[in-house]
C-alpha cells in the first residue's frame, strides 16, 4: 500500500498573490507532492494549502514552504484578524493511508528540528507530537500572538522553543505537529456585532463549557460577525450539531445564519453524516450516492 501524509500549513499571507504564489511553488517544486487546495483570506490575512505525497515528499515540501514563507514575510508588518506567532504559521502532518500517527510524529519532530537548525526558526511541537502536555493545544503555543512572544520567550523558560533559537526574528516562529483529519469551518452570522460572534463562539467551544472538539473565536470579517471554528473530530462532534447548537445561540440574540465557509478541504463521510441528520434518511450509505456506484463500476 501506498503511504500518503497530507500536510495542511498555515501561512501569515492573504492579501499578497506573489507571495502566495512564490511559497505554493516551492511547495510543489517536490518530486511526489501533489498540492490539492490554496485557499487565501484578505481579512485573515492567511493562506492555507492543503498537499498530500509520500512522507518524506511531504516533509521535504513543508520544509521548501515554511523557507519561502521565512524570506518572504515580516510578521513585524503583518495585520490580521487570525491569531498568528509566524511567517509558517502553524504546520500539521495528518496520516492518510498506509501511514500510523505515530510516524507521522517522528516526521513532525524531524521537520522541526530541521526547521530550527537550518532556517534559525523557534519551532515549537504540538498535538500528537509535543514534548509537553502543555503544549498540545496550539491556541497555548500562540497565546500573546507573535507580538507578545516577542518579548517573552528571551526571559520565559517555559515559552523556550522544542529546536531553534529562543529569541524570534521577523518570520516569527512556527508550530509543527501530527493531528488527526481537522475541518476549518466558519460562519457567518446577519449582524456585524462582532461581540455577538464571541459569545457564541464562547458557547460552542470546548474550552469554555460547549461541544468536545470544538474551537471556537468569533471575529469581524468582510464586514459581518464570524464564528471562526476547527473541528477536531467530525466523528464525535459532527458539522451539523455545530451549526444548530450556532442557529439555537444566534436566535438568542436576535440573529442568524447568514451563510457558512469552509477552509481546505472536508472529508465526504462528514457532508454524508450531514445530508443523513438534515434529510432524516434512515440506514442511508455511502453506496447509495450515483458517483460512487459509478466509480465502483
Given at each position: 500500500m501506498k503511504k500518503i501524509v497530507e500536510c495542511v500549513p498555515n501561512f501569515s499571507e492573504g492579501r499578497r498573490q506573489p507571495v502566495i504564489d512564490a511559497i505554493?511553488?516551492?511547495i510543489a517544486s517536490v518530486q511526489g507532492v501533489r498540492i490539492l487546495d490554496v485557499q487565501s483570506d484578505a481579512d485573515h490575512n492567511r493562506t492555507v494549502v492543503t498537499f498530500v505525497g509520500d512522507p518524506e515528499a511531504v516533509t521535504e515540501?513543508?520544509?521548501?514552504g515554511i523557507a519561502t514563507a521565512t524570506r518572504l514575510i515580516d510578521l513585524n508588518h503583518h495585520r490580521g484578524e487570525h491569531p498568528r506567532i509566524g511567517?509558517?504559521?502553524?504546520v500539521p502532518l495528518v496520516p492518510v493511508r498506509g501511514v500510523t500517527m505515530e510516524e507521522c510524529v517522528a516526521l513532525a519532530r524531524q521537520l522541526g528540528q530541521r526547521v530550527g537548525e537550518e532556517l534559525n526558526i523557534p519551532v515549537y511541537l504540538y498535538e500528537e507530537a509535543a514534548t509537553r502536555p502543555d503544549r498540545r493545544n496550539l491556541a497555548d503555543i500562540r497565546r500573546g500572538e507573535y507580538e507578545g512572544l516577542k518579548e517573552e520567550i528571551l526571559t520565559n523558560p517555559d515559552r523556550a522553543p522544542d529546536f531553534g533559537p529562543a529569541r524570534?526574528?521577523?518570520a516569527g516562529a512556527t508550530v509543527i505537529g501530527a493531528r488527526p483529519f481537522l475541518i476549518a469551518y466558519n460562519v457567518f452570522l446577519t449582524t456585524d456585532n462582532v461581540e455577538i460572534a464571541r459569545q457564541i463562539a464562547r458557547a460552542v467551544r470546548h474550552s469554555s463549557g460547549g461541544l468536545r472538539y470544538v474551537k471556537a473565536l468569533g471575529l469581524l470579517v468582510n464586514g459581518k460577525a464570524q464564528?471562526?471554528?476547527n473541528l477536531t473530530d467530525f466523528r464525535h462532534t459532527p458539522v451539523h450539531r455545530v451549526v444548530e447548537m450556532i442557529r439555537r445561540e444566534a436566535a438568542?440574540?436576535?440573529v442568524a445564519i447568514e451563510r457558512s465557509e469552509l477552509?481546505?478541504?472536508?472529508?465526504?463521510q462528514a457532508l454524508?453524516?450531514?445530508a443523513q441528520w438534515y434529510l432524516q434518511l434512515d440506514g442511508f450509505t455511502p453506496d447509495q450516492v450515483l458517483e460512487n456506484r459509478l466509480q465502483e463500476a
Open positions: 505554493a511553488k516551492a515540501g513543508a520544509f521548501q511567517a509558517a504559521d502553524v524570534l526574528g521577523p464564528v471562526s471554528m438568542r440574540y436576535g477552509i481546505g478541504l472536508i472529508p465526504q454524508f453524516d450531514a
